[in-house]
């Protein structure tokens, strides 16, 4: 599960903005990240010294599963510059996919692409 944010207010990479990633069925897992140089996430801390690789063949293994991913908007912004403090996208993962987004994220819109 992977990701990139492009800033539409610059137009470059949303580099240093802090992500979580959860599972919906287990919300208390929680992987997080920060966008490196080129916006992206492609690597995400343990999570209870599991890795999102551990975990998802441990306790998801060949089913389906639900997510959600969260970008920290009101921190990256600034509060008085978002309307969104915290930007959550719930997505499916299908079994045996390769799962990349790519945001567009203004102050007042976001765009996401699959």
């Known amino acids: ?8 207010q610059t137009g470059k ?3 240093g903005m802090q992500v979580v990633l959860r599972p919906l ?14 916006g992206q996430v492609t690597r995400w801390d343990l999570c ?4 999102l690789a551990q975990y998802l063949k441990a306790e998801i293994g060949n089913n ?6 969260g970008f920290d908007t009101g921190r990256y912004f600034g509060r008085a510059n978002t ?3 915290v930007m959550d996208v719930n ?3 299908w079994s045996g996919e390769s799962f990349h987004m790519s945001i567009l994220m203004g102050k007042s819109d976001y765009r996401v692409l699959r």
């Not at 599960?1 to 539409?8: G, P, V, W």
């Not at 919300?27 to 080129?38: A, L």
């Not at 209870?48 to 890795?51: D, G, L, M």
């Not at 389906?64 to 991913?69: L, V, Y």
Request: aromatic share 18%; charged share 15%; net charge neutral.
């Open 1 to 8: 599960i992977t990701c990139q944010i492009i800033d539409a």
């Open 13 to 15: 990479p949303a580099a």
């Open 25 to 38: 069925k287990d919300s208390h897992k929680m992987f997080s990240s920060c966008t490196n140089f080129n």
């Open 48 to 51: 209870n010294k599991q890795s």
């Open 64 to 69: 389906d599963s639900a997510w959600q991913i």
């Open 83 to 85: 309307y969104w403090p």
């Open 91 to 93: 997505f499916y993962l």
